[in-house]
């Protein structure tokens, strides 16, 4: 079965999602989309389930046909100060705000949600596979973080972030703990397994 184009088809709907949530490293970074349904875009998919060549081919059609797109991520730093749940809702509020349609109602990947001003919003677990909306916020929202983390590798090669995209593979955790962490860790999370402490 194929994915739904909206909830509501008489409102203007943008869906959101977020990637990088258990990473040790990086942003969380956010992405809300408007579609255009007089402009399908086909191939629409939870961006798990899809190649990396794939994604980044869908996130340039999803840049070039929606009505609107917008990205938002909140850094390690603000990770630390709010915690991840609500970094990965304060992402979503920036990407909306950057929006140059506004929405009428929101579609949230997963169960919990910050209200975004008056906007009446609905959450829908595992609503990437469900909507396409916030199938191609998914898509967004991993291809920009992807990009970014490959970017900050070439100044930290060490943590293989062009590979591991700073979740927590055996080879970051090692290069945590024979390097240390950099500014781009969040310390709020542990790095390391309790068995293993940094210097």
């Given at each position: 079965?194929?994915?739904?184009?909206?909830?509501?088809?008489?409102?203007?709907?943008?869906?959101?999602?977020?990637?990088?949530?258990?990473?040790?490293?990086?942003?969380?970074?956010?992405?809300?989309?408007?579609l255009d349904p007089s402009n399908p875009i086909k191939g629409l998919d939870d961006s798990k389930k899809l190649s990396e060549k794939k994604r980044d081919i869908l996130r340039l059609e999803i840049e070039g046909k929606a009505l609107a797109w917008?990205?938002?991520?909140?850094?390690?730093?603000?990770?630390?100060e709010v915690n991840i749940l609500k970094a990965s809702f304060y992402s979503m509020h920036r990407a909306l705000e950057q929006l140059k349609v506004s929405p009428e109602h929101i579609l949230v990947d997963g169960n919990r949600?910050?209200?975004?001003?008056?906007v009446p919003h609905t959450t829908v677990i595992k609503g990437d596979g469900?909507?396409?909306?916030?199938?191609?916020?998914s898509i967004l929202a991993k291809t920009h973080r992807d990009e970014m983390m490959k970017r900050f590798h070439e100044d930290f090669p060490h943590y293989s972030w062009d590979s591991n995209k700073g979740y927590p593979s055996p080879s970051h955790r090692a290069a945590i703990q024979e390097?240390?962490?950099?500014?781009?860790?969040?310390m709020s999370f542990q790095l390391l397994p309790s068995q293993l402490e940094l210097f």
């Open positions: 079965m194929g994915l739904k184009n909206y909830m509501h088809k008489e409102l203007i709907e943008a869906g959101c999602d977020e990637a990088g949530r258990g990473c040790l490293a990086g942003p969380v970074v956010a992405a809300a989309v408007i917008a990205v938002g991520f909140m850094t390690p730093k603000e990770i630390d949600f910050i209200a975004y001003h008056e469900k909507y396409k909306s916030i199938a191609a916020a390097h240390g962490p950099c500014e781009h860790h969040r």
